[in-house]
């Protein structure tokens, strides 16, 4: 498996992107009054003509070794070369971590692209989040998908049939937080930890340009109240969490990115530096390049820069766009982006290893069945006292990043 610690350099060094979200199409298949890109949809871009695999292939070869690739769109399953895309991720970009969101109205069609993708990229740990908003008639009208429920739930139950022959495979549901259903939290919250073969839970905060802003107008208290009873369920050790090496670490680091969100939601403004641009890109169907996907200024298309993201990132239109995002000009609350802001700021760390020690605590001696871990290999040993299980835990994890670091540090000196 493709390791995460080969990034460790990015902490000190954020010289090059290591994360990509990759927007495949902007065909869809449901209408969610809620999508940012049915906002920007009746907008005139300058192409629309999607990327070719040739094409896509070039702009990969030009990234190097990614952490983490998110493909988004529009209904990514809808792209009839999805699984050539991804294997060219995974052969020239070696992610640890590719990432497929899916309103999941399609399911043998999901199933059948996932197993393919799942047989071909067998070194990246593959995760499918399907859209879960309401229960039953609730996510059927907020997604205008009449039906759509009963989809979403087929397609959970034949990917979760592949869960056992794929090691590599990953079964999440993330639910989007906007003012029609933050009432709707706990009966979904309360559903979602009975599904068996759900490994996560996320929520999202609304966000972007809506063509009906009503829906952003939430109540951060209940937001609140739902992150709470989601950091409650992962203690209680009543909901799951991911089988690859070092899930754990990225529980803990899904529970202090929410709390970080809700901060910045009462405080209305940035509180940590972001490295969108650093070390996060986002690239459209149509070849635009953005640092993220919030900022509307596009750094470039990628068709004007011979493909190559190396010579967008350094070029003269983009250079003070990312100087503004690291003088801190703009926030938001998107959760990709606190991932890498957060695993990758060592100033965090302390609240970081906090949450962690809290949720190694609550499942000790877990024994993870991904091939990640030797199967027989629990995090910690048994017979170690109880009361420093936690802190070995993860003095084993800072002596593995700081050695890495230092090999890093080394390999760049030479
Ligand atoms: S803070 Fe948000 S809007 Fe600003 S660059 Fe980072 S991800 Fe984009």
């Known amino acids: 498996m493709y390791s995460l610690l080969r990034h460790t350099g990015s902490i000190l060094w954020k010289r090059r992107p290591?994360?990509?979200?990759?927007?495949v199409t902007r065909k869809c298949n449901a209408r969610c009054?809620?999508?940012f890109y049915l906002y920007s949809a009746g907008k005139p871009e300058k192409r629309t003509e999607e990327l070719s695999l040739n094409e896509i292939q070039k702009i990969s070869l030009s990234m190097g070794k990614l952490l983490w690739v998110a493909f988004s769109g529009g209904e990514i399953y809808l792209r009839k070369d999805l699984v050539e895309i991804s294997r060219v991720f995974f052969d020239q970009n070696k992610?640890?971590?590719?990432?497929?969101p899916t309103n999941g109205l399609l399911p043998e069609l999901i199933r059948d692209k996932t197993k393919q993708i799942l047989r071909n990229c067998n070194k990246s740990v593959i995760v499918v989040k399907l859209s879960v908003d309401g229960l039953n008639g609730t996510h059927d009208s907020l997604r205008n998908t009449p039906g759509g429920f009963a989809k979403v739930m087929e397609t959970y139950r034949l990917l979760g049939r592949l869960l056992d022959k794929y090691p590599n495979f990953e079964l999440g549901i993330n639910t989007l937080f906007c003012s029609a259903n933050q009432d709707k939290m706990d009966e979904i919250i309360d559903f979602v930890k009975d599904l068996e073969d759900i490994k996560t839970h996320t929520i999202s905060m609304v966000r972007g340009n809506l063509l009906d802003p009503h829906y952003k107008e939430v109540d951060y208290r209940k937001y609140d109240h739902a992150i709470d009873r989601l950091e409650d369920n992962l203690k209680n050790k009543t909901s799951n969490i991911y089988r690859f090496r070092g899930a754990r670490l990225k529980a803990a680091q899904d529970i202090l990115q929410r709390r970080m969100i809700h901060q910045t939601l009462v405080a209305q403004k940035r509180l940590i530096p972001c490295y969108a641009g650093k070390l996060n890109l986002v690239l459209t169907e149509s070849g635009e390049v953005y640092p993220c996907e919030i900022l509307a200024t596009s750094l470039g298309n990628i068709r004007d820069h011979?493909?190559?993201?190396k010579r967008i990132i350094r070029s003269k239109r983009s250079r003070p766009i990312i100087q503004s995002i690291l003088d801190g000009r703009c926030y938001c609350t998107h959760e990709c982006y606190y991932i890498t802001n957060i695993l990758f700021n060592p100033r965090l760390y302390p609240a970081l290893a906090k949450k962690y020690c809290r949720l190694v605590s609550a499942h000790p001696g877990r024994v993870a069945v991904s091939p990640f871990r030797p199967k027989n290999k629990p995090l910690l040993a048994h017979n170690q006292n109880r009361l420093f299980k936690p802190l070995t835990a993860v003095l084993q994890s800072f002596k593995l990043l700081i050695s890495r670091t230092f090999f890093n540090i080394y390999k760049g000196l030479e």
């Open 18 to 23: 290591i994360q990509l979200t990759f927007f």
């Open 33 to 35: 009054p809620f999508c």
């Open 95 to 100: 992610p640890s971590i590719m990432l497929y």
């Open 306 to 309: 011979d493909y190559d993201m």
